[in-house]
């Protein structure tokens, strides 16, 4: 199963605050499905640090306090390759190469869209 969430928006420089709205929606689902583990992929030690901080501040806003994160190198953890694999299925098919897309879509729950986000979101394309 992969959890996807976007964020469509007017191309700007500070994407960190896509990401972060992205990780929010992402952190919710996970608990819905009562996940208490995530792996993210390591950045730089400045930005994992934004995402511990972040979760923190979730979690004194509500969030499950049980989610916890870590971080791992993306060439040393197989499984955050599934990601660029997916991602990759799903701008293709935005460039008009559906297949890939098209074999993973079974796999694809939830496909939401950040609460702010514009335009459609993968969800509303197929209805």
Not at 41 to 52: I, W
Not at 54 to 68: C, E, G, M, T
């Amino acid at each position: 199963m992969n959890v996807v969430v976007s964020h469509l928006d007017e191309r700007r420089k500070k994407v960190e605050r896509y990401r972060r709205r992205c990780l929010e929606v992402v952190y919710h689902e996970l608990v819905g499905m009562d996940v208490t583990a995530a792996a993210l992929e390591h950045r730089s030690r400045a930005q994992d640090a934004e995402n511990r901080a972040h979760i923190v501040a979730l979690q004194a806003q509500s969030l499950d306090h049980r989610l916890r994160i870590s971080h791992a190198r993306g060439g040393k953890e197989p499984l955050l390759w599934i990601v660029d694999a997916v991602l990759g299925a799903i701008n293709s098919r935005r460039l008009g190469i559906p297949e890939h897309y098209e074999a993973l879509i079974v796999t694809l729950f939830p496909e939401e869209m950040t609460p702010d986000s514009q335009g459609l979101g993968l969800k509303d394309e197929r209805l």
